[in-house]
Every structure is written in C-alpha cells, then in structure tokens.
C-alpha cells in the first residue's frame, strides 16, 4: 500500500514538473525575442557612441576648452565659458556630466559638487554596462531553456513513431539555441567595448575639472539663474549700462545714446565725435568703482567674498568695436 503510495505520489511530482516546464516553453521564447530587440537598440547606441568618438574626440582640443573656459571664468564671462565646455559633446556620458556641472555653476554653486557630480557619474557608468552585462548572461540561459524545454516533446514523439512532433519541437529548439547564444555574443562585445569607453571617459572629465579648478582660487561664476540656462549671444537679459563721459558732465544711457544716433541720421556703427568714441565714453561707474574724477585712486572694494561676481558687458560705439565678451571690464 505505501509502495503504490509512493510511486503515485512521484509520478504526480514529475508530471508536475513536466507540466511547469511545458507552460515555460512560450515566456522562454518572447523573453528571447525581447532580449534580441534590446541587444540590438544597445548595439546601434554602441555603433552612435563610436562614430561620436571616432568624429569628435581630440585631447588637445579638450585641453584648449577646458583652458579657455578656465579664462572665461577669470575675465567674469561665465557664459563664453560654459559654450567652450559644451563644445565637448561626443559622449553622452561627457554631455551630461556637463550639463549637471552647468547648473551648479550657475545655481547652487557647491564648491564641492564637481567632485560629487564625477562620483555619481562613475555609478552611472557602471549602470550603463549593467545592461548589456545582464544580456550576456540572460541571453545563453534563455537559450539552454528553449532547448531543452521542447526536447521531453520531441523524445516523446520519437517513442510514439510521430516524426512531425519531433521535427517541430527540435526545430523549436536549436533555433532558440541560437537567438540565446547572439544575444550573449553581442551584449559580450558591447560591454567590452563600453567598459574602455567609459573609463576614458571619466578620465577625461577628472582630468578637464583639474584644469578648470585645479589652479586654486574661486571661479567667477556670474549672477545666479533662477531659470533654464540661457546660452544665447545677445545680452538682452542684461541691464542698460550707463556711459558717462570722462569729464564727469554728466550720464547718458545707452538707450540715449542710441536715440540720439537715430535722430542724427547716424548709423550706429559709425564714428563720432570725437574721432575716438573708446575715449570719449568709458563702462559705468560700479558702486564700488572710484569716481571718474579721480583715477588714479585704486578702488575700495567691499568684502564680497561669499558673494557671487556680478558680470558686465561693455559695447564701444564703433566700426571697429568688439563683442561684450571679448572686452575684460576689470
């Protein structure tokens, strides 16, 4: 009685098993076509992320930018400077870690941040190959469990003579077998590839905030934004400066400057009088700027070093002039 017990309740555990593994059959392969679509989306960003490199990277021209933006930020251009730092784009890691190192510039402005920002962007790396990591595994497995899932059909086919039903499930088989061994095949090269991209990416990125903040000192960052970055070349969003004439007479703004162009039939970019328009209107005078009258006085200024350097922007009246950015107002 408990020998009939036992073989009943051993026979109820394998056709348990047998029926487990026969409902598996069709989740094993739509989890195989999915993981081969998403190897392929990971191979043509790989191909893109390539090309970018191949097109664009340059060390030198990283040095350059990372040096000129480093100037920009002494001459109190902070928007020339973060131009020359979005001029390295060929890696969306790079790009991104540069747009997050933007707005701290021009928000928080955590002098400890960049260090950070480096940090969380080596764990995103390290997201990134988890991706194509996990196909290189997933991808065989799906395929030794499409293989031998239809191969207890296929036996059982060729016990009862039915050729069709061992011809279908070993088709079904080897065909799994290989979709699971590409999968693998190609999350394997793409990781492998990636790994050394992404390294050389974080190097660079260390190696261009050494340039930028590795002299000492406390860039000059501008005005907070309280807003989206605006990296247009007017500076509409900046105030009309006041232009006073070196004798101290009086102030004109340059909204007065410029009425009294156009009733003067005067085009703008023309010389005036007296031939040299540079000397005849200087910057504005700062709030704690020495008084045009007196300058040779070296100005006083405020203790202002928790605060942010405000930027000014200075356009000489001529043909000759130059942009606002190019001009150092100190």
Not at 4 to 11: E, N, P, S, Y
Not at 221 to 226: A, F, I, V
Not at 281 to 305: C, E, G
Request: aromatic share 8%.
């Amino acid at each position: 009685m408990h020998i009939v017990l036992a073989t009943t309740l051993a026979h109820g555990i394998e056709q348990t098993i047998y029926d487990i593994s026969k409902l598996l059959l069709y989740p094993v392969l739509i989890a195989a076509l999915l993981c081969l679509c998403w190897a392929i989306v990971e191979v043509g960003w790989f191909l893109y992320e390539l090309y970018l490199r191949m097109r664009y990277r340059d060390l030198e021209a990283l040095e350059i930018r990372a040096l000129k933006a480093r100037d920009a930020f002494a001459k109190g251009q902070p928007r020339r400077a973060y131009k020359y730092l979005q001029e390295n784009c060929y890696s969306t890691v790079v790009a991104r870690f540069l747009f997050d190192l933007i707005r701290n510039y021009q928000t928080e402005r955590i002098a400890e941040k960049p260090l950070k920002l480096l940090q969380e962007y080596e764990f995103y790396t390290v997201k990134r190959l988890e991706k194509t990591r996990i196909l290189v595994r997933v991808g065989p497995m799906l395929g030794l469990m499409g293989t031998l899932i239809p191969l207890a059909p296929a036996l059982t086919g060729l016990a009862e003579g039915n050729t069709k039903m061992l011809t279908d499930n070993l088709r079904i088989a080897f065909s799994v077998t290989v979709i699971g061994l590409l999968i693998g095949g190609l999350g394997f090269i793409v990781s492998i590839v990636r790994d050394r991209f992404y390294q050389q990416d974080i190097s660079d990125l260390e190696y261009m905030l050494e340039l930028l903040e590795g002299g000492g000192g406390r860039l000059r960052l501008g005005p907070p934004r309280r807003h989206a970055a605006d990296f247009d070349d007017a500076d509409d969003d900046l105030p009309d400066l006041t232009l006073v004439a070196p004798n101290g007479d009086g102030a004109t703004s340059g909204a007065a400057v410029a009425a009294a162009h156009d009733q003067a039939d005067v085009p703008m970019g023309a010389a005036a009088t007296p031939a040299d328009p540079a000397a005849a209107f200087a910057p504005a005078t700062l709030p704690f700027a020495p008084s045009p009258a007196t300058p040779d006085v070296d100005p006083v200024l405020p203790d202002i070093a928790d605060e942010p350097t405000e930027i000014f922007s200075w356009r000489p009246l001529s043909s000759g002039g130059v942009a606002d950015d190019d001009v150092d107002p100190t």
